[in-house]
């Protein structure tokens, strides 16, 4: 079974470049090493194995959002090249069941109360945060389908950015927002308190 195509040849190369770029320009001095130093070539299979790695992990949480926003596991089969039973088997059992990440009492690690906002998609997530936001509950964790919120005594807003979005993080932080984890590839969550009415 093939891939159903669905970027243009001239993506496909710029993805494929941007990828080795990454891989041959994030370790100091790697490139220049491959002309001269037998051990470069080590470091080379270093990096390529943390980017084997990573692509793995964004291509996993790529399917589970596409399937969190209603595309069945036969389209995304045909995307993938396999079929609907073969990409089932591969992704299914990571995108159901959020993880606990406090105690079972549903309390965090410093005692607050803890809930879990399911089910989501990338289409209703910034309304049921803004919605939690307005009644005292900040992000704190999650994954395909969830988001986990705790409780506080005052309201909080949230708001997602691409990960390719590098200027507008440090924009958002110098604005007093806070990331929320590394991410749920293909965004980044950011939360900050709200300030009371009438506070400069």
């Not at 370790?27 to 990573?54: F, I, K, M, S, W």
Request: hydrophobic share 40%; net charge negative; proline share 7%.
């Amino acid at each position: 079974m093939t891939a159903e195509p669905l970027l243009a040849p001239d993506e496909v190369t710029r993805i494929r470049e941007g990828v080795a770029a990454a891989v041959l320009g994030a370790p100091e001095g790697l490139a220049d090493a491959l002309e001269h130093d037998p051990a470069g070539y080590l470091r080379l299979v270093d990096a390529t194995r943390v980017g084997a790695e990573e692509t793995g992990r964004l291509l996993r949480e790529a399917v589970q959002g596409a399937r969190a926003a209603g595309h069945s596991w036969d389209t995304v089969g045909r995307v993938l090249g396999v079929s609907r039973q073969a990409a089932q088997q591969r992704f299914a059992e990571k995108a159901l069941a959020p993880a606990p990440s406090g105690p079972a009492d549903g309390t965090g690690s410093g005692g607050a109360e803890r809930r879990v906002l399911t089910p989501l998609s990338a289409f209703n997530e910034m309304a049921a945060l803004a919605e939690a936001g307005r009644d005292g509950w900040h992000l704190v964790g999650y994954g395909p389908l969830f988001h986990e919120v705790e409780a506080s005594g005052h309201p909080w807003e949230h708001c997602r950015v691409t990960l390719a979005s590098g200027g507008r993080h440090r924009r958002l932080e110098a604005e007093g927002w806070t990331p929320v984890g590394t991410g749920w590839f293909p965004w980044r969550y950011y939360k900050r308190p709200l300030r009371p009415a009438g506070d400069a």
